[in-house]
């Protein structure tokens, strides 16, 4: 018979977030397929509305206050949208100091979401009562994990439990205890990181130097060297630590290939600018471009809708981000997310979708082989990417890109040549900033009035992921991927958690 099972909220991610599912029994197994699954955001924020009347120079203030884990990504379409509504361009220093920002809050993100929000699915946390070293972090989560068991508290692998059956984590106390480690040294990992992208952002999460053209501070010989110290570190973290520590586990829960497939439509707008330009269709580090039934097709944004059918939205529904608007109708629908479409298709963003259009797209070769020479040395074809590993994966493999491009950026720097250029505001205009969020592909859209935010929408990543079904009824693609899964025991149902937490949804950012 069928039943429902529910997991709210689901802890582990940014933001509020149900999900709530139709199982039925598989056969005669004793275990449990999810027919039908439902992702509901559970909370409002109304930023858009917030930014009509207002300077549009205060939109890159403001649009980064819709998270504390990208702001940056935020704070640059809205540069990016300004710069095309204003006819300016970046300078060389302000495009290059913007992507050291951005690739720092990128390493800071993809490190957060492996070990702090993703990992407790799959390790044991109990490991760490047999610590008796003098670790001042490792002593606190002994007390802490020792009291959790002694009251009977939640654990963080599952709030809604007391925790998963021990069968369900990394089965050798060595590896237990080794990722134990590596989430700790990752705390100062991510601080590193924020220092980092401070250098030339001044302040995180909510930088304070980004403006249309480029940052307001200087570059000098000391911010190089400062941002260098940090990025040898990250960088060894990410090749000695990171990526071994993913392959670890990888290996240990290989059926996770198998498990947490979305529609295999692909979209990235592509990020980190590799010209002074701006606008659409420009060449960046990470590519842009659309992945539909296997086939790589370039990005025309014109093709982007959102439906809000099934919305808490009372504004009209099929329209296209320049007219797009938001209405809230709490009692309408079953999540405050919109559902934006590409072509009609529902798409996924995020790393794997980066990485598939990488891998499918034109150029970038030695990423490709990257790519294949990873999944050929765990025996996985390419076809398998579309999974929670391969989420995880792709994760790894950016991580370890953008540590490496960040050195070609330091080089390429001119000390003391200007990091910003003049511009004066136009009485009237609109822009559009695209760019890859950590998260997947994040629009910005902007129209000026009189010196006046007139209109401003923004279509975010995890909108994409974790949309509610559209006005035709097609489930979003976290929805999707849960779909046919099938629970050990729907009494602990980890499967569910491990595949939404692979796409690192982050819910603040997705109802803005
Ligand atoms: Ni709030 Fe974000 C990223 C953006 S996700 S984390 O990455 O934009 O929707």
Request: neutral net charge; aromatic residues 8%.
């Amino acid at each position: 018979m069928a039943q429902t099972v529910a997991i709210s909220p689901l802890t582990r991610i940014e933001g509020h977030l149900a999900i709530h599912t139709e199982v039925e029994p598989d056969g005669s197994t004793g275990r449990f397929k999810i027919t039908q699954a439902r992702c509901e955001g559970e909370m409002f924020r109304g930023i858009e509305t917030i930014l009509q009347g207002r300077d549009p120079l205060d939109a890159q203030q403001i649009t980064q206050r819709i998270c504390g884990v990208c702001p940056i990504s935020h704070g640059l379409a809205s540069c990016m949208a300004q710069e095309t509504a204003y006819g300016i361009r970046p300078t060389r220093n302000g495009r290059i100091a913007q992507n050291l920002i951005f690739a720092a809050n990128y390493l800071q993100s993809h490190i957060l979401h492996f070990y702090h929000l993703a990992a407790l699915d799959f390790v044991d946390i109990t490991a760490v009562l047999n610590y008796n070293g003098n670790d001042p972090t490792l002593s606190a989560l002994r007390n802490w994990v020792q009291n959790a068991l002694d009251k009977n508290l939640a654990f963080p692998g599952a709030p809604f439990l007391p925790r998963y059956e021990v069968k369900q984590y990394l089965n050798s106390d060595e590896s237990n205890w080794k990722l134990i480690n590596s989430y700790v040294q990752a705390l100062q990992i991510r601080r590193l990181a924020h220092e980092m992208a401070a250098v030339f952002g001044a302040k995180l999460p909510h930088s304070t130097s980004l403006v249309p053209t480029g940052v307001t501070g200087e570059i000098t010989i000391e911010r190089v060297l400062a941002y260098k110290a940090r990025l040898a570190q990250i960088t060894e973290f990410v090749q000695s630590v990171y990526l071994p520590d993913l392959l670890t586990a990888a290996a240990a829960f290989g059926h996770y290939w198998d498990i947490g497939r979305s529609y295999g439509n692909f979209l990235s707008y592509g990020a980190f600018r590799m010209e002074e330009n701006t606008g659409e269709n420009l060449l960046n580090f990470f590519p842009s471009g659309v992945i539909i039934g296997g086939r790589f097709q370039p990005l025309d944004t014109q093709k982007i809708r959102e439906y809000v059918e099934n919305s808490r939205y009372s504004s009209p529904s099929n329209l296209h981000p320049w007219d797009g608007q938001t209405k809230p109708a709490p009692s309408k629908g079953y999540s405050w997310l919109k559902a934006p479409r590409y072509d009609n298709q529902v798409m996924e963003v995020g790393p794997l979708a980066r990485v598939m259009v990488t891998y499918l797209g034109p150029g970038n070769d030695a990423r490709k082989k990257e790519i294949e020479d990873t999944l050929s040395s765990l025996s996985v074809p390419v076809e398998k990417m579309n999974s929670v590993l391969g989420r995880h994966l792709a994760r790894g493999l950016e991580a370890r890109w953008l540590a490496a491009q960040c050195v070609r950026w330091l080089n390429e720097l001119e000390l003391d040549q200007p990091a910003a250029a003049d511009f004066s505001l136009p009485r009237q205009g609109r822009g559009v900033g695209l760019t890859e969020a950590p998260r997947g592909a994040l629009g910005h859209w902007l129209t000026i009035q009189n010196y006046k935010i007139e209109h401003y929408q923004c279509i975010v990543p995890t909108t994409w992921n974790c949309s509610p079904r559209d006005d035709q009824g097609r489930a979003g693609a976290v929805e999707k991927a849960l779909e046919g899964t099938v629970l050990e025991d729907p009494a602990q149902p980890i499967e569910a958690g491990r595949i939404v937490r692979s796409f690192d949804p982050c819910i603040a950012c997705a109802v803005h």
